[in-house]
Nanobody
Framework: QVQLVESGGGLVQAGGSLRLSCAASGRTFSSYAMGWFRQNPGKEREFVAQIRGSGGSRYYADSVKGRFTISRDNAKNTVYLQMNSLKPEDTAIYYC?????????WGQGTQVTVSS
């Protein structure tokens, strides 16, 4: 239904910044909410941030509030996650997700590693 491709992960020192991108195709991009999740081996995937289709409403996990910003460019079919003041505990594989009203499509994930 929706194909998602993440990019922008990498290795960064604590206190640094990264911007993740997720390009979508397959459906009208502005018609669905987009989110970012993250996961470490042996742990459950956890919610990071979400943005509504219009971009008007945004939600964040408490652990990233004030440091991460989710945004979207509906003309480019892309959602972003700007991550500032990164901490070692932010290390994870980050996934973008499309909320399609009863189902969710996932990207393949991009690794973010924050060194202390």
């Amino acid at each position: 239904q929706v194909q998602l491709v993440e990019s922008g992960g990498g290795l960064v020192q604590a206190g640094g910044s990264l911007r993740l991108s997720c390009a979508a195709s397959g459906r009208t991009f502005s018609s669905y909410a987009m989110g970012w999740f993250r996961q470490n081996p042996g742990k459950e995937r956890e919610f990071v941030a979400q943005i509504r289709g219009s971009g008007g409403s945004r939600y964040y996990a408490d652990s990233v509030k004030g440091r991460f910003t989710i945004s979207r460019d509906n003309a480019k079919n892309t959602v972003y996650l700007q991550m500032n003041s990164l901490k070692p505990e932010d290390t994870a594989i980050y996934y973008c997700a499309a909320d399609l009203g009863g189902s969710r499509s996932w990207g393949q994930g991009t690794q973010v590693t924050v060194s202390s």
